[in-house]
């Protein structure tokens, strides 16, 4: 790729010449501060425009790059592309590069998140906190004259109930599956993993719930190999995460800090980097 530089006027940011419609991974620069923002996208060029939008209007999602914008101004930043990869190695490699270049360290780097595309380890503010907790789709809750509004107009209602196909229509529709294997062999994302990961962390279980669990695996024999499945499937922690704990452990951090950092107990830490937990051995 050209490494050409436009330059540009004192009011505009200095920037790469960047084709359209290029995946990789990218840097802002501050001249002001020396510090670093690392990023990722299936189009470089159209995030670096969003990233310009966002802070000339004062609404860039990322406080640290916004105070920086209006503290030194546009003409002391600089875009440029580290490398081209395929979409699907982009969170992998951006990771890479937020590790390589420390740009989650306050004193570097503009990355709020260690993590790249998650908010795993990243710290929000009291008002944060308030509004995801106001506009969580799991938190918001009923009235109990709504509850009761909704409990009458629901009764009586068997729409469907018992409706079983005609003979024509289950043909129809056994033709129309024959052969579709729908998801048969896909493989979620890094991202996606990581995304579900946290979506279910927390979810508690009714005690009839964990009774029905327990009175249907009563008596079942498991294999070593499946009993290690298990435990990787419900481990707490990626491979990638249990690695990144390890590292950080060796760098001296504290057991609790690293707990914090991941959201997880100290004791699940302390596993991992005394290799006591089966979900992460060899890790």
């Known amino acids: 790729m050209d490494k050409k530089v436009i330059t540009a006027v004192t009011t505009e940011p200095v920037r790469e010449n960047v084709p359209n419609h290029i995946s990789g991974i990218y840097q802002i620069f501050c001249k002001g501060n020396s510090k670093i923002y690392i990023g990722s996208a299936v189009n470089i060029r159209k995030r670096w425009n969003h990233h310009v939008e966002d802070l000339r209007n004062k609404k860039h999602c990322n406080q640290r790059l916004q105070r920086a914008w209006d503290k030194y101004g546009a003409s002391s930043f600089e875009f440029s592309v580290i490398l081209r990869c395929k979409p699907e190695e982009l969170i992998k490699l951006e990771q890479r590069e937020i590790e390589k270049r ?8 503009f990355n709020i998140n260690p993590i790249a595309g998650s908010n795993l ?155 006591k937990s089966l979900a992460y051995k060899g890790v």
């Open 102 to 109: 420390d740009a989650a360290n306050r004193k570097i780097g």
């Open 121 to 275: 380890g990243r710290t929000f503010g009291e008002k944060a906190r308030q509004n995801m907790s106001k506009n969580h789709p799991r938190r918001s809750t009923l009235s109990p004259e709504q509850i009761e509004e909704l409990r009458q107009r629901m009764m009586g209602n068997q729409y469907l109930l018992g409706h079983k196909n005609s003979a024509e229509t289950t043909e129809k529709l056994k033709l129309a599956r024959a052969g579709k294997k729908p998801a048969l062999g896909m493989k979620q994302s890094d991202k996606q993993k990581m995304i579900a990961s946290i979506r279910h962390r927390g979810i508690l279980l009714s005690e009839e719930h964990k009774a029905k669990i327990k009175a249907a695996h009563q008596g079942k024999q498991h294999t070593a190999e499946h009993i290690a499945n298990v435990a990787k499937a419900q481990a707490k922690l990626s491979i990638e995460e249990a690695k990144m704990a390890k590292r950080l452990r060796q760098n001296g951090e504290k057991y609790k800090d690293i707990a914090v950092m991941f959201g997880v107990s100290r004791a699940t830490i302390h596993n991992i980097v005394e290799n």
